[in-house]
């Protein structure tokens, strides 16, 4: 029998929690080609499909390290489906019983890719929006069942919306990824909110290294509490954000602006990722970049300014409609 071939073991991940974080950064120039720059993060990477891998991965750790969780034990938690999603593949890897509460609004694919990956998914009905739409309402609703297991068991609650070590993953991991890769030349950072544990990490850690820098949340249209608004539309398509409240983690003094984006904003440029730079990627991300162009158009920052933001999930989360699926490009 031949020998096994010489392989340099630093090439050789030891499991998916090593795939998680280090996502490339891409330019969108075929999509915008001026003025400035979008650099665009290439979440939708992460081995859950989504951002929320990293925070998942940094509270599980947390919670074992300081013995709020212990090995083997189960875990439970609320989400919108990303969160269930990264939280499923760091259980399977750590051999944790994981179960989900998801409204029946988010879309089933999420629920699919949770139990692929062993967790049990618990479909709560909606009690406000519609598929595809989830309001605050509909996730309290999830979060009220959730809570009755909680109380019943006694097993740990990752509690994404409160837990401040959503917030420090981003500090620790993707700040000072953005920053090492755009070589300390970012103008500018627009991020979406859901838990804010991207938005006010990545933002705190940019503002550190260079005090200039200008960050601002993305708000659905109709639903801009952050920007002090009253809301006139709690239904909208960018799951998993714009819940109609402040979120608990969100961070002031780390923001330096809000940008809203319509419906058929998110969707008009979630399409045009696709057919201009050939990335299939969700609402909130269409979202994101939506709001970036609308920035660098307005003309607020220098003419030569780069623009970070999120692609924070795949596309293949979603059921497209039919209005969404256009050969044209317009």
Sequence with gaps: MAPAPRVETNEIKSSALELI???PLVALDRLHPGPGRILAKCEFMNPGGSIKDRSSLYMINAALRNGEL??????????????????????????????????????????????????????????????????????QA???????????????????????????????MTGPEIWRQTGGHVDAFVATAGTSGTFSGTSKYLKEKNPALKAYIVEPEGAEVIAGKPVWKACHKLQGSGYGVVPALFKYDVMDGTLSVSDEEAVQYKRLLGVKEGLYVGYTSGANVAAAVKLLQAGCLPEHAWVVTMLNDTGLKYSPTPDEVKSDDS
Excluded: W
Excluded at 100 to 108: C, F, L, Q
Excluded at 154 to 171: C, K, M, R, S, T
């Design 21 to 23: 974080g280090n996502t």
């Design 70 to 139: 212990k090995p083997g034990n189960p875990i439970l938690e609320v989400t919108s489906g990303n969160q269930g999603c990264g939280l499923a593949v760091v259980a399977a890897v750590k051999d944790h019983p994981l179960t989900i509460y998801m409204s029946a609004g988010n879309s089933e694919q999420r629920a699919i890719q949770m139990e692929a990956c062993g967790a049990k998914c618990i479909r709560v009905p909606q009690v406000e929006g519609v598929y595809g739409k989830v309001t605050y309402a509909d996730v």
């Design 142 to 172: 999830a979060e009220e069942e959730c809570l009755k297991t909680v109380e019943k068991t006694g097993h740990f609650l990752v509690n994404q919306f409160y837990n401040e070590a959503n917030v420090q993953a981003h500090y620790e």
